[in-house]
T-cell receptor, first 113, second 118 residues
Framework: KAGVTQTPRYLIKTRGQQVTLSCSPI?????VSWYQQTPGQGLQFLFE???????NKGNFPGRFSGRQFSNSRSEMNVSTLELGDSALYLC????????????FGEGSRLTVL | AQKITQTQPGMFVQEKEAVTLDCTYD???????LFWYKQPSSGEMIFLIY??????QNATEGRYSLNFQKARKSANLVISASQLGDSAMYFC???????????????FGKGTHLIIQP
């Protein structure tokens, strides 16, 4: 059974650009959530989607957005990139919304120059 | 106040010894979930073990067990017979209900860097 797949694994952008990250959850999982990991702030919750609906959102500016498709795949977008957006972005999937175990992908490492 | 506290920034342990990683949490909810994850240098967060607040027995998964003491709000991870491959960052996390229904995102501790020495 394939795990959570995130693409791209590594990317470099410049300030002001935008970026889109993709996440394919484990087959059968309908919930996808996103986290940002930085050395200074640690791991922080971005948002969670279930059945194409955003159920919950962390304390991030509106430049951070996401969506989920009917096949449960999810994308997150960061517009007008800032240096502080450099981070490891992790996607996690679970069978139900807010229940049980969450399984993470390997992450997308974004560097903003 | 921090919701998840991991008091050990780093630990050195001899191979084959048992390891206990500390985690205390703070919540006023009755229903919550506690998680432990391992993060090697590659970056992937590897799920280790889960404990629901209503679970009466401590969770176990192979060499991992969770010492759940609800009254003390403690959820320590115990790794038996440590191996060199156990060297990694370990994160304790909690999931609570949120007002909109369902559950909130995970709140993570700052992690413990575990190094297993031969």
């Amino acid at each position: 059974k394939a795990g959570v797949t995130q693409t791209p694994r590594y990317l470099i952008k410049t300030r002001g650009q935008q970026v889109t990250l993709s996440c394919s959850p484990i087959s059968g999982h309908r919930s996808v959530s996103w986290y940002q990991q930085t050395p200074g702030q640690g791991l922080q919750f971005l948002f969670e989607y279930f059945s194409e609906t955003q159920r919950n959102k962390g304390n991030f500016p509106g430049r951070f957005s996401g969506r989920q498709f009917s096949n449960s795949r999810s994308e997150m977008n960061v517009s007008t990139l800032e240096l502080g957006d450099s981070a490891l972005y992790l996607c996690a999937s679970s069978q139900g919304a807010g229940t049980g175990e969450l399984f993470f992908g390997e992450g997308s490492r974004l560097t903003v120059l | 106040a921090q919701k998840i506290t991991q008091t050990q920034p780093g630990m050195f342990v001899q191979e084959k010894e048992a390891v206990t990683l500390d985690c205390t949490y703070d919540t006023s909810d009755q229903s919550y979930g506690l998680f432990w994850y391992k993060q090697p240098s590659s970056g992937e967060m590897i799920f280790l073990i889960y404990q629901g607040s209503y679970d009466e027995q401590n969770a176990t998964e192979g060499r991992y067990s969770l010492n759940f003491q609800k009254a003390r709000k403690s959820a320590n991870l115990v790794i038996s017979a440590s191996q060199l491959g156990d060297s990694a960052m370990y994160f304790c996390a909690m999931r609570e209900p949120y007002s909109g229904g369902g559950a909130d995102g995970l709140t993570f501790g700052k992690g413990t860097h575990l190094i297993i020495q031969p």
